[in-house]
């Protein structure tokens, strides 16, 4: 499988405060890759060193085959990036904007500009600054899908955005995805979960793990044991066992590596006395608090 | 090429409103300039339009640079197909095009307005075009590229001007101060290595900046300029701006001319007339210039001195802007003006740490930097408040005032030549003679850019201009064994 994104033991550090500590990063051409963590795990930092906007301290990054330091505007034609945090030049509507860049890209479609100006109800004669901060990410994502990118880097895209726009963002980015590769970074889990098909989870500089959203919902379960009488939590359980907690009768806990045969036995094995054993599916939010919870208490 | 069309345009659209205003101040300045010529009522009023002249286009710079911001992570063109050569290249156009040229356009106009053919000075013209460019708009693209925004600019802008001063201050203080004071024929050579300097220095942040985006870097490169263009001075000697312009001049003066010797004469007049107000020891050495041609003169830019004594002391003066050669004229004249074949005054300062002892004997070598100067040209200036063209001096009036008459020229962005305002009575020999200074009078935008006046001894009598162009440069040794200082004229504080 090829890659749109690879990264190689990628490493930022701002004087003595390491911001990535070693990223190891694949991202499958055409999948939808979510870069999740808490605040300050270095996303927006990887992203910036993936668009060359930062100098990595150690290590390299491919994006599209090509080193990310040695990213040349014929590659940026083939790259969307939509940020949160990037400064636009506010004086210019949004019209004279999709204008202007226009001729920058070979592959820019006229129509398609139109459509999504449409799309996303963006009105084309009102300056950016005078926007509001959806409009503005519209504006930006418009801009940044009107030629077709083989890859779309979002840095944060709906922090700060109602509901209502972020379900128009979405629709506005899914429906100009096929054969594209996006690649976004958030912290709003239950819309990742929507239309993610790849998950990388950093925190403090490091990728935990990373792999297809699908395997990664298979193989966490909340464990809820019930027992006839309170029972004590033993003192060894499995590492793959997060956050074990007991309530009177009932234990429960994540299990990280379940397996639909493996785990019941194990936990037989523990808890020879339980009377029942559910394991239940988990949303993605769910997954991601045990895992930041488990990484600080590591 | 097209891409950096696409971004000029851009920059037009967005800035057009300051290009205006830069270019209505230009011209206004350009008025100013004809309107004080004729002497006209807007001439006051234009010339306050100077200061905003000049801070209109490093405003219009500044805001240009930043456009496409250079520092940060939040810039929108650092992830868009943007070439920084095509970036570079349009702010670069827009510079050219829409400051530069317009200042040229408001020069052309001010001296087509006065009368002047733009061809006479269309090499003065690039001249300016060129010190325009590097100095503000390089250094100012440079400045702006290092910072985030306006505010910052303005800031980092007077931090750098009073770091200069303060660099400035320690050079004069660590240096020979003679070496740095005021050159005013050879200025040339100190502001094209000065310019020179900050050209490099701008090139290499820019260079930082655009290419790699190497902000800290970039940083410490402005800081070291600004340390550098305080010292640079060092690098530019005044000798080797002389040294220059006699190479460049491509006349061989004949050995013969304007040679110097020892010549204490009784009858020599007092060169204790011209005391100066000066620390140390004024030494008055009395010499005699002969071999210049009848027509011609010589004008003795500086000196510089070795004194050795008897017991192995000595002092280097470096080429001193005070020593000069002043010619014995009726009265003890001190003016330092061009001179004739006959006796004068070489004179220097020594400093009081070489004290000396009026009986002890002295090796006294001096080198004199002599201007050669062609025919004297005479005008006469009527009084008037009308200013007057006259070829190589520029534009004249001579003013009934304090003193008795005062005369006044300035001239259009080339230095004149050597000229003298001469009183002359009905009768006898001149009642005063002046040197017309070549004060700069530059804001960097109008075009005069020298100016010189001097007071005239009496309202009766005919004021004359005797102005000489020079035509060469050379040297003279003048080498003394034995002398003692109670031979020489001499004053200590």
Partial sequence: MSHAICTYALEKRFRRTVALGGVDLQVPEGSIYALVGPNGAGKTTAIKVLMNILRPTAGRSEVLSTDSRRLAPRDFAQIGYVSENQE?????????????????????????????????QLPTDRKLKHLSRGMRMKASLASSLAYRPKLIVLDEPFTGLDALVRDELIEGLLARAEGTTIFISSHDLAEIESFASHIGYLDEGKLRFSEELESLSARFREVVLTFEVPHPLPANLPAAWLQPETTGAVVRFIDSQFDAERTPAGVRQIFPDARDIAANGMPLRSIFVALAKASRHA | MRDALLIFRKDVRRLWPLVALNGFLFDSVAAG????????????????????????????????????????????????????????????????????????????????????????????LLREQVRFFIVPVIEIFALAAVTRGMVEFIWVTLLCMVAQLIGLLIFLTVFNPAEAQDWPRFEWFRSAVLAAFALLFAAAILLLQYAGRRTTLARATLAAAVIALAWARVLAPWHVGFDLAR??????????????????????????????????????????????PENLAVFSERTAARIETSDGRAWNSGWQAVGQILPSSPGG?????????????????????????????????????????????????????????????????????????????IAPLEERAYTVLRTQPPVGPPCSEDLLSNSVMSSGIGIWRFSGGGGTCATQGQIYLDSRQPIAYFE???DISGIRLADLEYQRP
């Fill in chain 2, 333 to 409: 004249s001190c003016l330092h003006k061009p001179l004739s074949n006959g006796p004068g005054w070489l004179n220097f300062n020594l400093p009081r740490r070489f004290r000396l002892q009026p009986t002890e004997r002295l090796h006294i070598r001096a080198s004199v930097a002599f201007t050669l100067l062609g025919p004297v040209q005479t005008a006469t200036l009527p009084i008037s408040t009308h200013m007057r063209w006259i070829s190589g001096v520029g534009f004249c009036a001579a003013l009934v005032g304090e003193p008795p008459v005062v005369a006044e020229c």
């Fill in chain 2, 33 to 124: 300039d004809v309107a004080t010529i004729f002497n006209t009522k807007t001439a006051v009023p234009l010339l306050f339009m100077q200061l905003p002249a000049i801070l209109c286009p490093l405003f219009l710079i500044a805001a240009l640079i930043q456009q496409e911001k250079l520092t940060g992570d939040r810039a929108y063109w650092f992830t868009r197909p943007f070439s920084w050569r095509n970036v570079l290249a349009a702010k670069l156009l827009f510079a050219v095009v829409l400051v530069s040229l317009p200042l040229l356009m408001a020069q052309v106009t001010a001296l087509l307005g006065t009368g002047l053919s733009p061809f006479a000075y269309a090499g003065m």
């Fill in chain 2, 476 to 478: 003279r040794e003048l």
């Fill in chain 2, 247 to 292: 190479r460049w001049s491509g006349y061989a003066v004949d050995p013969v001319i304007g040679q110097v010797s020892y010549s204490p004469h009784p009858n020599l007049m007092h060169g204790g007339a011209c005391w100066f107000e000066r620390p140390g020891t004024f030494l008055f050495i009395p010499i005699d210039v002969k071999g210049i």
């Fill in chain 1, 88 to 120: 636009m030049p506010e004086w210019m509507t949004v019209a004279y904007f999709l204008n202007f860049l226009r001729p920058f890209y070979p592959t820019w479609d006229d129509a398609l500009a139109a459509e999504l100006v449409r799309q996303l």
